[in-house]
T-cell receptor, first 115, second 112 residues
């Protein structure tokens, strides 16, 4: 019974390149959340998705960032034209419902380094 | 929106002592309060949670208390062990909204 799977674990990109982060939720979970963690800081909400729908993207920068959760396949967080400030750990979490009744199951994260 | 403040940012205790981490929240509509433990290089792991209709919840050596009037909740770890050393995050959310707001974390060090 695999948990939340994120890949890659580590990603190095040069400034201006694109970064694609993947997340497969826990089996039976259809709600996915992306959080960003800067060094020595807490987790900041980015986006909440259900299959084929973005429910809440209030934490996502308006430019360069996008997210999707297609009917088939993993959720993807895409960062275009990366800059040094995008270097962070990006965590995906899933839950069985979209309510706050249950906590999240987190993946191990993708650590993005922009050089 | 919701704002969660967490204190202290770092906490060092001797093995066997108790540790307490406190959080306050701003949105009185929040009614679900989970705590997560994050070990180095890993994702956060849910360790205990409490809902607004309960004042206290215990699970072996860990307990959480909630004061809705004062809008604060606390994590208590008794008989600490070196393996309790980690970063602990509190969070708050509403039952009808999936998004959680996290505190900035507490780095707990348990000295053997």
């Amino acid at each position: 019974n695999a948990g939340v799977m994120q890949n890659p674990r580590h990603l190095v990109r040069r400034r201006g390149q694109e970064a694609r982060l993947r997340c497969s939720p826990m089996k039976g979970h259809s709600h996915v959340y992306w959080y960003r963690q800067l060094p020595e800081e807490g987790l900041k909400f980015m986006v909440y998705l259900q299959k084929e729908n973005i429910i809440d993207e209030s934490g996502m920068p308006k430019e360069r960032f996008s997210a999707e959760f297609p009917k088939e396949g993993p959720s993807i967080l895409r960062i275009q034209q990366v800059v040094r400030g995008d270097s962070a750990a990006y965590f995906c979490a899933s839950s069985p419902t979209g309510t706050g009744k249950y906590g999240y199951t987190f993946g191990s994260g993708t650590r993005l380094t922009v050089v | 929106g919701e704002n969660v403040e967490q204190h202290p940012s770092t906490l060092s205790v001797q093995e066997g002592d108790s540790a307490v981490i406190k959080c306050t929240y701003s949105d009185s509509a929040s009614n679900y309060f989970p705590w997560y433990k994050q070990e180095l290089g890993k994702g956060p792991q849910l360790i205990i949670d409490i809902r607004s209709n309960v004042g206290e919840k215990k699970d072996q050596r860990i307990a959480v208390t909630l004061n809705k009037t004062a809008k604060h909740f606390s994590l208590h770890i008794t008989e600490t062990q070196p393996e309790d050393s980690a970063v602990y995050f509190c969070a708050a959310s509403k039952v009808d909204a999936g998004k959680s707001t996290f505190g900035d974390g507490t780095t707990l060090t348990v000295k053997p």
